[in-house]
T-cell receptor, first 113, second 115 residues
């Protein structure tokens, strides 16, 4: 049962353009969401998070949007840079439950120079 | 910046051997996790640990797996009798669960190869 889904396994974007990575979830009890970036053979690195009481959170080039009614969140990177090329995971957390973070399957972003 | 550290970074072991993966979580964190990622697959939850006991474990975390916090700083994952399918990257993580935020921080991972 895949509670957190990233339906696009890969995405290619031109440098300077916007990258949009999508994530869907099924459990309405999830109330906190995080995005991680992962390079090969390294641990996931935290990027940005959003609480369910918000619909947008911005940090520099990274913005996360949350649509609770659609159970959908997205990560926007603008402008995209070649160094952003990595696998991006979204993760969801039920803070009223056992505090288990559920990860999506990841989207491999390639930013073309 | 505080970080989660893991050792070894890479271990090759014979099938059936015991393996211990070590982690030093961020010092003021109280909640600890192990995740794993089989090559090309998603990051999977194994176990969470708080107050010297397991809070939750996944179906992957069977009797061959155990976790321990032997002292005030280390958090270990033991695999008693490794199988080929245990080959994966194992990530330790920690959080302070809401005291300063809900972010979970990961170590760099321990790459386990079972041959």
């Amino acid at each position: 049962d895949q509670q957190v889904k990233q339906n696009s396994p890969s995405l290619s974007v031109q440098e300077g353009r916007i990258s949009i990575l999508n994530c869907d979830y099924t459990n309405s009890m999830f109330d906190y969401f995080l995005w991680y970036k992962k390079y090969p053979a390294e641990g996931p690195t935290f990027l940005i998070s959003i609480s369910s009481i918000k619909d947008k959170n911005e940090d520099g080039r990274f913005t996360v949007f949350l649509n609770k009614s659609a159970k959908h969140l997205s990560l926007h990177i603008v402008p995209s840079q070649p160094g952003d090329s990595a696998v991006y995971f979204c993760a969801a957390l039920d803070t009223s439950g056992t505090y288990k973070y559920i990860f999506g399957t990841g989207t491999r972003l390639k930013v073309l120079a | 910046e505080p970080e989660v550290t893991q050792t070894p970074s890479h271990q090759v072991t014979q099938m059936g051997q015991e393996v211990i993966l070590r982690c030093v979580p961020i010092s003021n964190h109280l909640y600890f996790y192990w995740y794993r990622q089989i090559l090309g697959q998603k990051v999977e939850f194994l176990v969470s640990f708080y107050n010297n006991e397991i809070s939750e474990k996944s179906e992957i975390f069977d009797d061959q797996f155990s976790v321990e916090r032997p002292d005030g700083s280390n958090f270990t994952l033991k695999i008693r009798s490794t199988k080929l399918e245990d080959s994966a990257m194992y990530f330790c993580a920690s959080s302070d669960r809401g005291r300063t935020g809900n972010t979970i921080y990961f170590g760099e991972g321990s790459w386990l190869t079972v041959v």
